[in-house]
């Protein structure tokens, strides 16, 4: 059995515009030492992580803690939804979950940020047998990785969790088979 913790990113500074380097507030660093806080005594073997710095700077603590290196999987990385900044987010998101194929020029469409974001769990998990690992992530690639598996993941649960930075998903498996799936949303800094 493989037990995963998808730890999606503490909450990022909007200001920076450029996906790959946007950085964490200073109450996401705070979060990033609760979510080691929680993490530390879960026998953690494995750390992996988008490669974006939100999502490396949530977990670094964990990864320091526990002296584990980080191994970074672009498949992790959040969608990319064009090249420019989008002013209006919840109707373009909308959209995306209305029609999972549904994507801007240059840009990715919800399947396809599932189809890579499944194959690269996949391989994690055809690489380890009975670990306890993290993977840093994102909420809408993270989502995508949710209605995989439970359908009755839609635009309305993806709305309820949408500004909630950080939080935790857990999955056992066996194998590729999922045998359990819980939330853990509610950290020191989390107020919902």
Known sequence: MNCIYF??????????????????????????????EFL????????????YKRAIDTIKP???????????????????ISNCWIENFDEFTKKQWDNFYYKMVDGESLKEVQSRNINALYKI?????????VIGTHGTALSTIINYFDKDFTYCAFKEIKNIMPFITYMEF????LKKLDYIIKLKSINI
Do not use: M, W
């Open 7 to 36: 730890v999606r990113h503490a909450k990022p500074d909007f200001s920076v515009h450029e996906d790959l380097v946007r950085p964490l507030t200073n109450e996401g660093l705070k979060s990033s030492f609760e979510i080691c």
């Open 40 to 51: 530390r005594f879960k026998d953690i073997s494995q750390i992996y992580s988008s490669p």
């Open 62 to 80: 964990l990864s320091e803690e526990l002296k584990i290196e980080i191994e970074i999987i672009d498949d992790f990385r959040e969608r990319k």
């Open 125 to 133: 998990l055809k690489e380890n047998s009975n670990e306890n690992i």
């Open 174 to 177: 066996e194998g590729y088979e």
